[in-house]
């Protein structure tokens, strides 16, 4: 994956809350994650949350698995590079 690809994925605070708060814990339910992007409770925000969720479903950074969400290889790599660039 190149450089710029990861950066424009996380450039985005929810997707990157995400990937980190499963890069973290390994998996986590939805509200799990939703609770990590501080937006809880706003209609729009949920929205919000969800649009970037499936961005990250749809492109292979996340995966489901029944009702838990987890990174995958892609996703713990653009992990890796954004805590080596921090």
């Known amino acids: ?4 690809d990861a950066l424009s994925i996380v450039e985005n605070p929810v997707r990157y809350n995400i990937i980190m708060r499963l890069d973290e814990a ?9 609770d990590s992007a501080g937006i809880v409770g706003l209609l729009d925000s949920r929205g919000n949350f969800n649009y970037h969720l499936n961005f990250l479903l749809q492109n292979s ?19 890796r590079f954004v805590k080596e660039v921090n």
């Open 26 to 34: 390994g998996k986590a339910a939805y509200s799990d994650l939703l």
């Open 61 to 79: 950074i996340v995966v489901k698995e029944a009702v838990v969400y987890r990174l995958t290889d892609k996703g713990r790599a653009i992990a």
């Open 1 to 4: 994956m190149r450089m710029m």
